[in-house]
């Protein structure tokens, strides 16, 4: 199993660009979440989805936006990039069970100029 | 006041050396409690986790929660320089997967 795969590992973006982070998972996991870790912070949660077409905002959804179509992708949509959104991010999935925890990906590192 | 508080060091020690890594919490609904190692430029991996109060041994590693201070650590035994990495401690309400937690890091060196 590959696990969590994310893409790219590295973007350089001019404000108000848009694009798209990839995360892709193949252990059939129902859980899916999307984080940002900021220098000094600890992760925050972006977006997270519970199954293939359900989705719901975590901690700081502002200029995000996602999608679940499948169980197995949860793309990251960010529409007017700003200099606030240079961070890594990570996806993550889990299985459901209350006992389970959280398999992240490598990370895509982001910079706004 | 942050909801998880995590020492970012940095923490240097001599190979061999016993390491002790502690995170504070203010939310009493948190009942499951996690250590990440994460390397430089790699996602975190989970370590240990630990259901309310208690102990957990796995190999080197010790993880202890003291529910009523709320206050948690991670030991690591004969520490080993393959051991360098960002140890993030994580934490959620029972029941709740998308409420997790993290404190911001704490980067450990571990020198041969």
């Known amino acids: 199993n590959a696990g969590v795969t994310q893409t790219p590992k590295f973007r350089i973006l001019k404000i108000g660009q848009s694009m798209t982070l990839q995360c892709t998972q193949d252990?059939?996991?129902?859980?899916m979440y999307w984080y940002r870790q900021d220098p000094g912070m600890g992760l925050k949660l972006i977006y997270y989805s519970v199954g293939a077409g359900i989705t719901d905002k975590g901690e700081v959804p502002n200029g995000y936006n996602v999608s679940r179509s499948t169980t197995e992708d949860f793309p990251l949509r960010l529409e007017l990039a700003a200099p606030s959104q240079t961070s890594v991010y990570f996806c993550?999935?889990?299985?459901?069970?209350?006992?389970?925890?959280?398999?992240f990906g490598p990370g895509t590192r982001l910079l706004v100029l | 006041q942050k909801e998880v508080e995590q020492d970012p060091g940095p923490l240097s020690v001599p190979e061999g050396a016993i390491v002790s890594l502690n995170c504070t919490y203010s939310n009493s609904a948190f009942q499951y409690f996690m250590w990440y190692r994460q390397y430089s430029r790699k996602g975190p991996e989970l370590l240990m986790y630990t259901y309310s109060s208690g102990n957990k041994e796995d190999g080197r590693f010790t993880a202890q929660v003291d529910k009523s201070s709320k206050y948690i650590s991670l030991f690591i035994r004969d520490s080993q320089p393959s051991d360098s990495a960002t140890y993030l401690c994580a934490m959620r309400p029972a029941g709740i997967n998308n409420d997790m937690r993290f404190g911001a890091g704490t980067r450990l060196t571990v020198k041969p």
């Open positions: 252990m059939n996991h129902n859980y």
């Open positions: 993550a999935s889990s299985s459901l069970g209350v006992l389970e925890t959280q398999y």
